[in-house]
Structure formats: C-alpha cells, structure tokens
C-alpha cells in the first residue's frame, strides 16, 4: 500500500491572488479566511486575494498568508476527498508549522497566530541587520560550504540536487557570488528578500518566538512530521527545534530522502506555487507528486486521489 506525505509551501510562494479562486467557490474557504481574520485580528484575506504586492510580501504578512492559503487547500482536499489519509508531514521553513497543525501539534488559530508573530520577530530582525540570501545553481554542497567559509556566510537552505541558497550580510553575499561564478556555479544570484533568513542575524527572533510558543499548546503529532533541523520526525522537543530553526539551515533535500528510505512514494504539495514539486523532481523523479494551489489544481488532485 503507498505511503503518503503532505507537503507546505514556504515564504517565496507568496503572490497576489492566492486563495481568491477557492473563497469564490467554496464556502468552506470563505469560513477559513474569515476565521483566520478573526484570529489575527486584520484583513488577511485582503492581502491575500488583492495585495497590493508590496504589503503582501512583508513577512508578517507573507508569513501567515501562505500558512492560511496552504491550508484552506488542504482543508478543502479533505473536504472533497472525506476518506483522504497522509501518513507524514513536512513543509518549508514556515511551511513547517502548517505541517504541524496539520498533524495535530497545535490549533489553525495558534498555528497562524504564531507564524504571524514568527513573520514580525524575523522582520524586525531583519530592519537591525543588513543581511540577504543568494541561489547558488550548480555547485555541490561541498563545493558551496568551501565558497561560505571563503565569504564569511552560510548555507541557510539545502533544497535538492544542485540548488542551495546561502544567507549573511550583504557585502558577504555579493563577494559570496563571485566567489561561487568563479569556482564554476553556473549561476549564483542574489534573492529578493528582506534580510539573512537561516543564519545567525534572524538570532534576535529566537527569544520573542520561544515566549509565543510557550504560550500554546503543542501536543504530540497525530503522523510523524518532518524537522528541518534535524531532516528526522519531531521528538518531544518540538517548540525548541522550531524556535532553533530560525537560524538553522532547511535541510529539504535530506528531509524528503527521509521520507523515500520510508517507502514514501506519493506526495501532495499545500499552497501557492510549485517549489517543492519542482524540488522533488530533482531528488527522485519516480514519485507520485501532486499540487494544490488553486481550484483547477484541487479539482486535478481529486480526480487523481479517485484512482
């Protein structure tokens, strides 16, 4: 019998739009936002269906934007498909607090309300250090940890076979980038972002979100639910490998091989965008990969859970 993990967006799949397809053909998404609404205290679902762009793409509101999007597709799944099993969880970065909520660990509206707070904490980080992060396409990770240690930064996400990004302060990543084009990347290009996420600069988020993770509960996972730490299943240690993830590096490549050493052999991305398929199509081409992003793509997904 196939083993099945979810899989959710993180930050960088944000656009305008999201969810506005689903909340105008599905009740149940417009029950979602709203109660979302509720519990963030402001109009997210605004900024998710109609931007403007500049505002969605502030972490505090990409942050929980995409946690709310991934979720009302993961809701609406379930909804059209009642007898929908997954057996594991994982998602990116942020997307690892929707993997966990969706697992049980923790309730929609501590789960958005904390990955609101996470978005504030990592900005505010991010306005008192000059920081950015750089796709590195085409170097091995060896090769790039030689190119980090050169530059004075660090690997922040380990994403699949050939693409890594790395994270420090600014004039380390320019000089970072030349570096990696003369060791042989074949391309090496600085992120729109707002700081040096997965490095050491985002440390002084880490207190403010170990204080709102103490005020939830985090229960026990109802499925294993994969660490970006660790690329292993949570222990009882939860909020403390959430709360060191902030500057850990995403090891996503490693946290799916994972998941295929288990005999996982189908998986459905949650949210905004195709990332973590594209991801998957580089680490093991084999599998079973589905996406649910907007009403065509749930309606794909259905039909497809039919066979």
């Known amino acids: 019998m196939s083993k099945t993990a979810i899989l959710f967006a993180g930050q960088g799949a944000q656009v305008v739009g999201m969810g506005r397809d689903l909340a105008e053909q599905f009740p149940a998404a417009r029950v979602w936002f709203n109660r979302a609404n509720a519990a963030i205290g402001y109009d997210l679902a605004a900024i998710c269906f109609n931007g403007p762009e500049i505002d969605l793409i502030k972490t505090e509101n990409a942050q929980p934007g995409i946690f709310l999007a991934s979720w009302v597709c993961f809701e609406l799944l379930k909804e059209r498909r009642p007898r929908f099993k997954f057996d594991a969880a994982a998602g990116l970065s942020l997307g690892e607090f929707t993997a966990l909520t969706a697992a049980g660990a923790m309730s929609f509206e501590d789960g958005l309300r904390v990955v609101g707070r996470r978005g504030r904490f990592m900005q505010e980080a991010c306005d008192v250090t ?15 940890r030689e190119v980090c240690a050169e530059a004075g930064v660090v690997l922040a996400n380990l994403n699949c076979p050939g693409q890594l990004v790395i994270s420090g302060g600014m004039e380390k990543i320019t000089r970072a980038c030349e570096i990696a084009r003369a060791r042989g990347a074949k391309r090496a290009l600085p992120l729109s972002v707002a700081g040096a996420y997965h490095s050491p600069l985002m440390a002084g988020a880490q207190p403010k979100l170990r204080q709102e993770l ?59 965008g195709a990332a973590l398929s594209g991801f998957m199509k580089r680490i093991d081409k084999s599998v079973r990969m589905l996406n649910v992003s907007d009403a065509a793509s749930l309606e794909a997904a259905v039909e497809a859970l039919a066979v």
């Open 130 to 144: 000059h920081g950015g992060m750089a796709a590195i396409i085409g170097l091995d990770e060896a090769a790039t």
């Open 214 to 272: 103490a005020k939830i509960v985090v229960a026990a996972p109802a499925v294993p639910v994969i660490s970006n730490v660790t690329a292993q299943a949570h222990g009882a240690d939860i909020s403390a490998r959430l709360v060191e993830q902030v500057c850990a590096p995403v090891r996503w490549e490693e946290s799916m091989r994972t998941l295929l050493a288990q005999g996982f052999t189908r998986f459905i991305e949650f949210g905004p």
